[in-house]
Nanobody
Framework: QVQLVESGGGLVQAGGSLRLSCAAS?????MGWYRQAPGKQQRELVA????????NYATSVKGRFTISRDNAKNTAYLQMNSLKPEDTAVYYC???????????WGQGTQVTVSS
């Protein structure tokens, strides 16, 4: 059973920065964050990174958010700069284990950006 510990998040003014972190136990391949905005039913990909360092970003966050990871610590980080009110959401850490591939979700952390 994989354990995930999320930290970071909070309230920030537009233009500010926050950093999220997600520490996982076990053998992990991809790590990333999804978010669910108020009033929306689905979570959307924000950014993900593989064990080898390949990254993917949502178009809306490219150039503002940076995902990184420390494989030795099994921890991923999401640096969020130039935050906008539309970034307000609950951010969920999501990891995929190595073979067999299982998906695990964190409990979520609230990010609120005020205008």
């Amino acid at each position: 059973q994989v354990q995930l510990v999320e930290s970071g998040g909070g309230l920030v003014q537009a233009g500010g920065s926050l950093r999220l972190s997600c520490a996982a136990s076990g053998s992990i391949n991809a790590m990333g964050w999804y978010r669910q905005a108020p009033g929306k039913q689905q979570r959307e990909l924000v950014a993900r990174i593989t064990r080898g360092g390949n990254t993917n970003y949502a178009t809306s966050v490219k150039g503002r958010f940076t995902i990184s990871r420390d494989n030795a610590k099994n921890t991923a980080y999401l640096q969020m700069n130039s935050l906008k009110p539309e970034d307000t959401a609950v951010y969920y850490c999501r990891v995929v284990t190595t073979t067999p591939e299982y998906i695990y979700w964190g409990q979520g952390t609230q990010v609120t950006v005020s205008s």
